[in-house]
Each structure stands twice: as C-alpha cells, then as structure tokens.
C-alpha cells in the first residue's frame, strides 16, 4: 500500500488560533496552499499581489472552503510605500501580524546575454527588494512593539549551487537566503526568527507553465532526476511551512530546509549519473575493474 502520510495535514488544528499571517502571493500556487492550509489551523491570512481580481477571488474562495478569515490587498512588493500601506491595512483589519511568508516571485527563462537591463531589474526588484521591503517593514513594527515574530522565505536549491538561465532569480533568491542567515542573527534578540525552504519541483499552474521542470526535459523519467521519484504535493510543502512559521518551531531561526526529494544532490554528485547503468552494465564494468581475487 502506498503511504499517502504526507498528503495530510501535520499539525494540530488550531496551532494557529489568534494569529494572523501574511502570505505575499498567496493568491496563486504554493502562496496559495500554504494560505489555505493557515487557514484550517486556524490562522487569519492576509494576502497579498499585484492583482487585486486575482487575490480577492482566492480569499473569498479559502474564506468558503476552510471557514477562516481571509482579507485580499492589493500590493506590488517592489514598492516599499505600497508595502506599508498593506501592513497598515492587515493590522486595522486584524490586529498585530504575527507571521510572514515572503512567497511573492517573479522569473522567466531566458540566455543571460539576450536579457536586457531592466528584465534583470524586474525580477531582482520583486524577489530580493520586494522581500527585503516586506520584511523591514514587518521587522521594524515588531521591534517598536516589543513583539515576536516568525518570517519563512521561499527560496530555491539554486540560490546556492546557481543555475543558468534564470540567473537574476538566483542571484536574487541568494541575497534573499542570505538575509535570511544574517537576520536570524541580528534579530533573535528581539524573538523574531527567520527561515526558508526551498522547494523542488511542486506542480503548479503558473510556475510551470512558464518554467517547464528540468525534471520533465527526457520524457518525464522522474526517478533519474529525482531520487524519490515523483514530483511534490503541495500539502506536505504546507506542513513544513506551517511548522517553520509556528511556535513548535520555536529554537529553529536561520535555516533552509530542502524539500525536493533529493533533486539537488542528485544533479550535484559527480557520479550519479550512474543511476543510468543497468546491472548486467554493472556485472562487466566491475569484471574490467576489479581486481582479481588472490
Ligand atoms: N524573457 C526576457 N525578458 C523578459 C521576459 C522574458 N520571458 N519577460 C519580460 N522580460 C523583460 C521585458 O522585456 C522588460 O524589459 P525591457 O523593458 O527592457 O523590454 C522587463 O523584462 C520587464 O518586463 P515587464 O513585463 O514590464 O515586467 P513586469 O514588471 O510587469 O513583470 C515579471 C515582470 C517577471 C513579474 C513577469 O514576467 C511576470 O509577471 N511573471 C509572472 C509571475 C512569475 O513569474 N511568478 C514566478 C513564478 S516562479
């Protein structure tokens, strides 16, 4: 019987009972999972994006589904006016903010050499500035208010071993992982914890409908590319949101958690193309390279 644990929900029902989060992007995708899953534990969610259409049809439908409390506001993360002005709002509407996820990206593929200055510009504005303008504007409120706080960055697997053709994404998401690292640092002192995850390949509508999944590039042979074979679901990339933005993560600040089932390390390791050779391969490979038994 295949186990389907994962697929679950993890965490006790109201973990997030009196808490109020921002999802920016949370209107679409993973931002729009980990919203609903905050929901049914109980959280008010507040999300964010550029479309106010698009953000307000996803909380009215989350609002449905799961019974909670979610409010749409309109925000392009880049502008760190309309970034205050959203807090401003989620606090009249529900009170102190408690926790933040950093989901908002924005990517597309394209050769380095043919990318004009102001592409570069657009998406290192959106995923580095528009996380660093979300998490100031967040970091400070909770610093004046003597208050915690928990921030959860979605990051990627090449913000550390880089990747071409999405070159300002990666760039970006490194500057983002790294304040992740150097804020966990500097801010523990107030109780305000910071991490990430980086997911690997979760099918989603948008993401991948712009970025086909290396994954999917030979005929969709998954376990080559993937050593546990098979693509993310999203709620167990919601459960381990859940966890870094709730208090069981309490002693957690400053880490990245990868969840790709393996895709990075297998891309990384020098020999594990391997996987490619077959036993009978195998038998007459080792009969040409092992030594002979004294
Ligand atoms: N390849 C190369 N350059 C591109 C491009 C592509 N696929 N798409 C846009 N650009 C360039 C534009 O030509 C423009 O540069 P120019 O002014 O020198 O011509 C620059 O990028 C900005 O484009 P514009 O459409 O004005 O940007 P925007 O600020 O409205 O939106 C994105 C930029 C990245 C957010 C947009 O691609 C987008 O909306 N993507 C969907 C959201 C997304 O990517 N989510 C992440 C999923 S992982």
């Not at 965490?11 to 919203?35: A, E, K, N, Y």
């Not at 208050?147 to 071993?161: D, F, H, M, R």
């Not at 693509?231 to 933005?245: D, R, S, T």
Request: glycine share 12%; proline share 4%; hydrophobic share 40%.
């Amino acid at each position: 019987m295949t186990n389907t644990r994962h697929t679950q929900s993890m965490l006790p029902p109201d973990s997030f009972r009196g808490q109020t989060i921002v999802v920016t992007g949370g209107g679409t995708g993973l931002g729009r999972s980990m919203s609903q899953y905050l929901l049914t534990l109980g959280a008010k969610v507040a999300i964010c994006g550029r479309r106010l259409e698009v953000v307000e049809r996803a909380a009215q439908e989350m609002a449905e589904t799961t019974g909670g409390e979610a409010l749409a506001l309109k925000c392009d993360v880049r502008q760190s006016e309309e970034v205050e002005a959203m807090f401003s709002a989620v606090s009249e509407q529900f009170g102190r903010v408690h926790g933040l996820i950093n989901n908002a990206a924005g990517n597309f593929i394209c050769p380095t050499e043919r990318l004009s200055y102001n592409a570069f510009n657009a998406v290192v504005d959106i995923v580095l500035k528009g996380t660093y303008n979300c998490t100031l504007a967040i970091g400070k409120r909770w610093i004046d208010a003597g208050t915690p706080g928990a921030i959860l960055n979605i990051s990627t697997t090449y913000a550390w071993t880089g990747s071409g053709y999405v070159v300002p994404s990666a760039v970006a998401k490194a500057g983002a992982l790294i304040m992740v690292r150097s804020l966990a640092s500097e801010w523990g002192k107030y109780g305000i914890r910071l991490n990430a995850i980086a997911p690997g390949s979760f099918p989603t509508e948008g993401a991948w409908s712009r970025l086909k999944p290396p994954e999917l590039e030979d005929g969709g042979n998954l376990s080559q590319k993937v050593p546990l074979g098979r693509f993310g679901e999203h709620q167990e990339l919601a459960n381990l949101a859940a966890y870094l933005l709730s208090d069981f993560s309490a002693y957690i600040t400053g880490a990245c958690v990868t969840i790709d089932g393996g895709a990075w390390l297998r891309g990384a390791g020098q020999f594990n193309a391997l996987e490619r050779v077959d036993s009978e391969q195998w038998d007459a490979l080792q009969a040409a390279m092992k030594p002979p038994k004294k």
